[in-house]
T-cell receptor, first 112, second 107 residues
Framework: DGGITQSPKYLFRKEGQNVTLSCEQN?????MYWYRQDPGQGLRLIYY???????QKGDIAEGYSVSREKKESFPLTVTSAQKNPTAFYLC???????????FGPGTRLTVL | GIQVEQSPPDLILQEGANSTLRCNFS?????LQWFHQNPWGQLINLFY???GTKQNGRLSATTVATERYSLLYISSSQTTDSGVYFC?????????FGTGTSLTVIP
């Protein structure tokens, strides 16, 4: 089946630790996105990538880093510099800007 | 960035009722989508509708790009329609989401 997978579903981390969230898609989409959602809020864009080996910051990139070495994969690292990392993280992909976005199931990160 | 406002923020309906959700945006957009987020957090695309009208079963959507708003219509609502409905727009290579309308359909 084609789709987007994110792992893990739940993640707990101690303060001061970096953690990497996985996002994989087999839809052959060029563009991939990372969003953050806080309780009762909409989604906010962290990073996006329109092509392999290239990515751009979204509105809230501080404290996060990404890589795009393969078309299928767009991992997100939440660094210790991110002040409030506890949130629901969603990955999405599409063929390009003027196209429907498809979302993965999300990862809930809790910092203890 | 672009501002996206959704109304109402919360809505409670009796099963079988109809409803209209609104999305206003502050600038011209190249892409507008409506999503439904279920209680487990999964976002499902409902419509890709930068302009015009589309229908899919009991749902339909209209976007009037020149007046910077979009409407989502839900007819004959069912309990499975419950969840949060988001509008998202693309402007200057970035996507912006509204804060959503939380819909509860009671039997």
């Amino acid at each position: 089946d084609g789709g987007i997978t994110q792992s893990p579903k739940y993640l707990f981390r101690k303060e001061g630790q970096n953690v990497t969230l996985s996002c994989e898609q087999n839809l052959n989409h060029d563009a991939m996105y990372w969003y953050r959602q806080d309780p009762g809020q909409g989604l906010r864009l962290i990073y996006y990538s329109q092509i392999v080996n290239d990515f751009q910051k979204g509105d809230i990139a501080e404290g996060y880093s990404v890589s795009r070495e393969k078309k299928e994969s767009f991992p997100l690292t939440v660094t210790s510099a991110q002040k409030n990392p506890t949130a629901f993280y969603l990955c999405a992909s599409n063929r390009g800007l003027e196209d429907t976005q498809y979302f993965g199931p999300g990862t809930r990160l809790t910092v203890l | 960035g672009i501002q996206v406002e959704q109304s109402p923020p919360d809505l409670i309906l009796q099963e079988g009722a109809n409803s209209t959700l609104r999305c206003n945006f502050s600038d011209s957009v190249n892409n507008l989508q409506w999503f439904h987020q279920n209680p487990w957090g999964q976002l499902i695309n409902l419509f890709y509708i930068p302009s015009g009208t589309k229908q899919n079963g009991r749902l339909s959507a209209t976007t009037v790009a020149t007046e910077r708003y979009s409407l989502l219509y839900i007819s004959s609502s069912q309990t499975t329609d419950s969840g949060v409905y988001f509008c998202a727009v693309e402007n200057n290579n970035q996507f912006y989401f509204g804060t959503g309308t939380s819909l509860t359909v009671i039997p």
